[in-house]
């Protein structure tokens, strides 16, 4: 196994769309969960553009404290202006749509957060039409090599987990990330719940991973109301830990299934929560297919560039399915994932690309070629997504 100091991370694609969005916004947020690289790469960004810059990190209690007034502390710096763990100062969103509105202002602002806008609130509400946001995941094959897929799917991508001596210690970092952000992360955000109580659900939800959420379901295995799993769910979702892939539907004769799916957002954090700690154990593991599913769409997804609102599940009770249906603009792509090495066209894949008016199906699959199947149906190897699947633009 390659080790740390072997291997080369390269997120210029993340720096490059942050430059960007700089141009044109007065406020450029970065989101993503906590320890995912966003300060490493607010770091590149203002290495990137130059001039001058100005950073506060906001777990710092001495720059914490410069911000007792932030008008005061904000109002007469220019260049680029850095707040790392903007959460923890949301009353500061409303002093920077002032300081972004003044004319030609003589500062740009990259806030980084690790919340969704719909948890900070106020920023959604205090700076709309003058911030931008970019999401930032963890570590993707285009980032870290397509040879090193499997220590990827297996790790995560959290740099630190991925980037560890050994397995070892990459579990240990996984452990103590969970515990971490259960204890201290959540309850800076103003979360109430027992620190037990979501430890409980997100490894719970670990077990529904790849599958569709049932909200009764898992009510009645945690004892409690409905409501509450839906608090639990939206919670880690917008601390970027839980993906929710909402469902496809329209007028069809079939009857569709309206609920989404839910995923782990990581895959190292999704071993973790369920006891993994070896690769092997993994391949032995009832949740290795779902593990691989996750692990595929998200490199899917990355590839193409889509955005969360153009990606979908959809399913019918009629047990036709598809894992991801990306929409861009008239243009429909399907995507089933087959951890097998020799995937096979299904009645169910016939019926998606029939109904859904798909351009094209791609069997995303464990092998190592890429082929066509039948018709607008081709296999795609995992490992040549970065070759065979186009971005969307």
């Known amino acids: 196994m390659d080790h740390p100091s072997m291997i080369r991370i390269d997120r210029t694609a993340d720096r490059v769309a942050v430059e960007a969005l700089l141009e044109w916004n007065p406020i450029v947020a970065i989101l993503g969960a906590r320890q995912v690289g966003k300060s490493t790469l607010a770091r590149d960004v203002v290495a990137a553009v130059g001039g001058s810059a100005t950073v506060f990190d906001l777990e710092d209690p001495a720059q914490l404290n410069r911000l007792a007034d932030p008008m005061t502390a904000l109002r007469d710096l220019t260049g680029l202006i850095v707040l790392d763990e903007i959460q923890r100062r949301p009353e500061i969103f409303p002093v920077l749509r002032v300081l972004a509105d003044r004319e030609g202002p003589p500062a740009r602002f990259l806030v980084l957060g690790s919340a969704s806008p719909e948890l900070l609130r106020q920023s959604s509400e205090s700076l709309a039409g003058r911030i931008a946001f970019h999401r930032l995941g ?25 980037l560890a001596r050994n397995d070892v210690e990459s579990a240990k970092w996984r452990r103590d990330f969970i515990s971490t952000f259960l204890e201290r992360d959540l309850p800076q955000l103003g979360v109430r719940t027992p620190a037990a109580t979501l430890d409980r659900f997100w490894s719970m939800l670990a077990h529904y991973h790849g599958q569709t959420w049932n909200a009764a379901e898992l009510a009645r295995a945690f004892g409690v109301g409905e409501t509450a799993v839906r ?22 004769a079939k009857r569709q299934v309206r609920a989404p799916k839910v995923y782990i957002a990581d895959t190292g954090l999704l071993h973790s929560l369920l006891g993994i700690e070896t690769l092997d154990g993994l391949e032995r593991h009832p949740k290795v297919g779902a593990s691989w599913e996750g692990f595929a769409i998200g490199a899917v997804a990355r590839r193409l560039g889509a955005r969360e609102d153009q990606c979908y599940c959809w399913a019918t009770h009629q047990n036709a399915e598809l894992d991801l249906l990306v929409v861009d603009g008239d243009r429909r792509l399907g995507f089933e994932v087959k951890r097998t090495v020799a995937p096979a066209v299904t009645k169910s894949m016939h019926v998606a690309l029939a109904d859904l008016r798909l351009d094209r199906l791609d069997v995303i699959h464990a092998g190592d070629d890429t082929y066509p199947l039948t018709g607008k149906i081709r296999a795609v190897a995992l490992r040549r997504v970065l070759d065979d699947v186009a971005p969307l633009r």
């Open 231 to 252: 608090r639990y769910l939206e919670l880690l979702a917008g601390t970027f830990v839980v993906r929710v892939l909402p469902p496809w539907s329209e007028n069809l």
């Open 138 to 162: 963890p570590l993707a094959l285009d980032e870290v090599g397509v040879s090193r897929r499997d220590r990827l799917w297996f790790r995560g991508g959290f740099p630190r987990s991925f």
